[in-house]
């Protein structure tokens, strides 16, 4: 395996280095947009140097339990362990990737909690990393967070990166204090500090346009076909969504809905095509489809000779004309995303498409050349009955009698989490104790209607499992600094579902107790 368009710098002639994190292994870290945004945007100062680090594979909870070295920590470009640079940085996008950002800070040792580090920092004179994090989960709810970051950015990071790089120097070249780099940072936009607990604006960049995408992105060439998303060249076509479902943070925490200009994302596919070796063009955004030159920027990439992908497409896109693009582009695979199963249940959600609508886009992609559709369903949702769940059934198997091959209809269904300062942020019933089982006996009863039909994938298992795991994530999505003391306890007793329960029990918390908080209006933080 070789990295290409590696940026790396002599750490002799820099003002300060830079560790970017995504708190999970290489291969899924590669495969997001943002790391590669913000390894460019980064680099693009002379004088700072930035590296990735990633989550090793096969790791044991606590770092105290697993015996491997601290060097598998050390950075891509420069092997550098994670200690020795200024600032870590840490990219958080799922909730479950809590505990592997806790895993590399002790493995690294670095104290976990930022009172231990500004203790050592103020009174011992340490030097140690400044430990900062941003993206969708932090934006959502940093308070969960709030007892190990030093600083945390809320919103888009491309408009006070600048001013955050002014003031680190001035930390670095000992002409501030630590206790002045965090009183002068709470005064830029969007950062939010938490042991001075302000009160920050989430910083928003109005024109996409200004934020550059990289033209020479980072890739990776194998000898192996292992590569999912590695190799592809990445296009931010819109950030936000107009449609404001409501149990998406998106609509909510990524207002408002904008679309970089035609005449950019050419120019970049141009550049990109002249100076870089990919093969696909991967387009990003919440909703791509509803960019207003959604149907030409597909057409322009495929007539460049490149491969096209694309993320989740809302149902009401998928025209005739653009089913035909996608074809001549060799697309195999269309993801959709309608929810629920009945048209009452999605239209309350705040998704307004008809299961008439569905079924017409799906017989068209059926008798077309693309050959499989990737399903996302949700359940537990408000108000949802018995005949909800058997209107998704009912749904899929009329579906499963278009014109579809074997396995070829592959559908993932996930519980609703109720998100922080979204209308569902209160929808917590299934979530309690006496309703929890609930959710488990909706998968059973799905899967066994489904299981038998060849054309159906089921891509849930384990279902105990995928209600736990959506159990965690509530309790991180709506959780305060106590929660925050939690879950570090949850991660020293072994981060599994045992330590959970150990960790609320000495903490003598309940669960139930804190939701009917949330229930009752109770909200940590507000944007």
């Known amino acids: 395996m070789s990295n290409e368009n ?134 959502s709810n940093p308070i969960s967070l709030s007892k190990i970051f030093d600083i945390l950015f809320i919103g888009d990071a491309e408009i006070n990166l600048d001013l955050f790089f002014r003031l680190f120097r001035d930390y670095k070249s000992r002409k501030i204090s630590y206790s002045e780099l965090l009183n002068k940072s709470k005064e830029i936009e969007g950062l939010f500090i938490p042991s001075l607990d302000n009160n920050p604006r989430r910083a928003v960049l109005k024109n996409l346009d200004n934020s550059p995408i990289p033209i ?133 959600i705040g998704k307004k498409i008809s299961n008439d609508k569905i079924m017409s886009v799906l017989s068209q992609i059926g008798n077309s050349q693309i050959r499989n559709v990737k399903f996302y369903f949700l359940i537990g949702l408000p108000n949802e009955s018995e005949k909800d769940i058997d209107d998704l059934i009912n749904l899929l ?19 609703l989490i109720p998100k922080l300062n979204t209308p569902f942020e209160k929808e917590i019933k299934y979530f309690l104790k006496e309703e929890s089982n609930k959710l488990i006996q909706k998968y059973q009863k799905i899967e066994k209607e489904l299981k038998k039909i060849n054309s159906i994938k089921i891509k849930f298992m384990n279902f105990k499992t995928i209600v736990k795991n959506a159990r965690l994530q509530t309790l991180i999505s709506l959780g305060n600094q106590m929660i925050s003391d939690l879950l570090i306890k949850y991660y020293q007793n072994g981060a599994n579902f045992g330590a959970l329960r150990k960790a609320e029990k000495s903490f003598n918390f309940s669960l139930d107790d804190y939701l009917l908080q949330i229930k009752r209006c109770y909200s940590p933080w507000k944007i």
């Open 397 to 415: 198997k009329k579906i499963s009698k278009l014109d579809f091959d074997n396995k070829s209809l592959r559908v993932n269904i996930n519980p």
């Open 216 to 348: 020479n992105q980072l890739s990776v060439k194998r000898s192996n076909n292992t590569a999912i998303f590695e190799n592809n060249f990445f296009i931010e076509t819109n950030r936000g969504c107009p449609y404001q479902c409501k149990f998406c943070i998106s609509s909510f925490h990524n207002s408002p809905f904008r679309n970089r200009s035609y005449e950019n994302i050419i120019e970049v596919i141009d550049k990109a095509v002249k100076s870089s070796q990919f093969d696909t063009i991967s387009l990003i955004g919440s909703c791509v489809s509803s960019h207003p030159n959604f149907q030409q920027i597909c057409e322009y990439i495929i007539n460049q000779g490149k491969r096209l992908t694309l993320p989740s497409l809302r149902i009401e896109h998928i025209t005739p004309e653009i089913i035909q693009i996608l074809e001549s582009g060799g697309i195999k695979t269309i993801t959709v995303a309608p929810e629920a199963g009945s048209d009452s249940l999605r239209y309350a």
């Open 6 to 139: 590696l940026i790396i710098k002599d750490w002799r002639s820099i003002d300060f280095s830079f560790g970017l994190i995504y708190p999970n292994v290489y291969k899924i870290g590669m495969s997001s947009y943002s790391i590669r945004l913000l390894y460019h945007l980064i680099n693009s100062y002379e004088n700072i140097a930035c590296e990735r680090i990633f989550l090793p594979a096969n790791i044991k909870f606590p770092a105290s339990s697993d015996y491997s070295t601290e060097a598998v920590l050390r950075s891509i470009e420069s092997k550098v362990l994670p200690r020795e640079f200024d600032i870590l940085g840490f990219s958080l996008h799922y909730e479950n990737d809590f505990k592997n950002i806790l895993w590399i800070l002790d493995k690294a040792s670095i104290p976990i909690r930022f009172q231990n580090r500004r203790n050592l920092i103020i009174k011992e004179n340490i030097d140690l990393p400044l430990i900062i994090g941003g993206g969708p989960v932090v934006t």
